[in-house]
Structure formats: C-alpha cells, structure tokens
C-alpha cells in the first residue's frame, strides 16, 4: 500500500475484546520527517494477553509526510475491529 499523504492529527482506536491468554498484538505507526525521506517507526505497542480495558487508543500524532499504521498479531488469531480517526 502507498503511504498516506493527507496532513492532519490521528489517532487509531482499536478494539481487542477478542484477545486471550497467549495472544501478541503489534501496531505501529510509520512516518517520514520530509516528504523525500524514509519512512520509519514513529510509535510503536506491543499488547500480550487478554486486555482488561479492551478498547485501545493510541496517542494523537500529526502526521504530514508519509505515514501508514500496522497491526500484526505476533502470537495467535486475533480479530480486530479498527477505526483510524482524524482529530484536527
């Protein structure tokens, strides 16, 4: 997938309800510096387990350049509900 372009504050909500015992969840947040730059890690969660407050919310960062956000599951079969959020 291309990089997102579009400037502004985001944030990403995620809801881990389905996580259990064994689970690993990884997100991460990409993010150049100038726009002819390489994209590189910005932020970065490792979640382990079932999650006691299961909607997640990452910090609001303003993204300008080339950013993108992943989520892989390290460790077993998660399902994830997702929403990337423009906040400004």
Same mark, same amino acid.
């Given at each position: ?6 400037? !502004?504050? /985001? ?7 389905? $996580?259990?015992? %064994? ?5 991460? +947040? ?5 726009? %002819?730059?390489? =994209?590189?890690?910005? /932020?970065?969660?490792?979640?382990? !387990?079932? =999650?006691? =407050? #299961?909607?997640?919310?990452? #910090?609001?960062?303003? $993204?300008?350049? !080339?950013?993108? +956000? ?5 460790? !077993?079969? +998660? ?10």
């Amino acid at each position: 997938a291309d990089a997102q372009t579009t400037d !502004g504050v /985001f944030q990403v909500w995620l809801d881990l309800a389905d $996580m259990i015992a %064994g689970d690993q969840l990884q997100i991460r +947040i990409y993010e150049k510096v100038r726009s %002819g730059d390489t =994209q590189r890690i910005a /932020f970065e969660a490792i979640l382990t !387990g079932a =999650q006691s =407050q #299961p909607l997640w919310v990452s #910090p609001s960062l303003v $993204m300008l350049h !080339g950013w993108d +956000i992943t989520c892989d599951a390290l460790a !077993g079969t +998660i399902t994830v509900n997702w929403s990337i959020r423009q906040v400004a």
